[in-house]
């Protein structure tokens, strides 16, 4: 082979490995900005991945957390409501309506009181009637539906079916109440779990406060 012809083959072989080189700087630098894209997507997917309360992280908001404060106690005093009264009634629907209540209520508490835990607010629960969610006494009205100390002694004081009547007309009310701080959790709160719980008080309220208005009626 002449001279000519090796120097034309190495130049070719030279420029060759140039476009290689050239393409692979090109699917290097690609991959890199595939992982950036790839991390930062992960990233924002984090911000919504549900906690172990069953809440959602970075989509709460002022209402949702007012909601899950104030309707801690608000179940709270219902509950105690209930604990009234296989003492004092004989009647089955007043007895099996408060065990139901106490069902329902008693986990709720549990799971609203997990989320505070978890966005890092302050639960402070309270035990027994007129106080408020900071442990403080309540004004009677400051939540919807609460019933005072006065009533909730009466209650204590009475039995058959004078308390029946005392527990069925207080409860109405209280439970009048829960709807309407569920329906501004609604409204306002962002939480989807909350939002979904908040739902769940309507319904299942608004169903015993038919059956109750017509124990009262019978």
């Known amino acids: 082979m002449s001279g000519k012809t090796l120097t034309s083959a190495a130049v070719a072989i030279l420029a060759s490995a140039a476009v290689l080189s050239g393409c692979g700087d090109d699917d290097s630098t690609g991959g890199h900005d595939g992982h950036t894209d790839a991390a930062a997507t992960t990233s924002a997917a984090a911000s919504t991945v549900p906690t172990s309360s069953g809440a959602a992280t970075g989509v709460r908001n002022d209402a949702d957390i007012d909601f899950a404060r104030e309707m801690i106690p608000h179940h709270q005093q219902a509950v105690a409501m209930a604990a009234m009264v296989p003492s004092r009634s004989t009647d089955p629907e007043v007895l099996d309506l408060a065990a139901r209540i106490q069902a329902a209520q008693d986990p709720e508490i549990v799971t609203m009181t997990a989320w505070l835990r978890a966005w890092g607010v302050p639960a ?95």
């Open 124 to 218: 402070t629960p309270t035990t027994g009637s007129g106080m408020d969610h900071g442990g403080m006494p309540m004004t009677p009205g400051a939540m919807p539906g609460m019933m005072s100390d006065e009533q909730m002694a009466r209650m204590r004081d009475a039995t058959g079916a004078e308390f029946d009547r005392l527990w069925l007309t207080g409860m109405i009310a209280h439970h009048r109440g829960a709807i309407e701080m569920a329906r501004t959790e609604l409204t306002a709160g962002a939480d989807p779990e909350a939002k979904a719980l908040a739902q769940r008080i309507i319904d299942t309220q608004q169903a015993e406060i038919a059956r109750m208005q017509e124990l009262l009626q019978g």
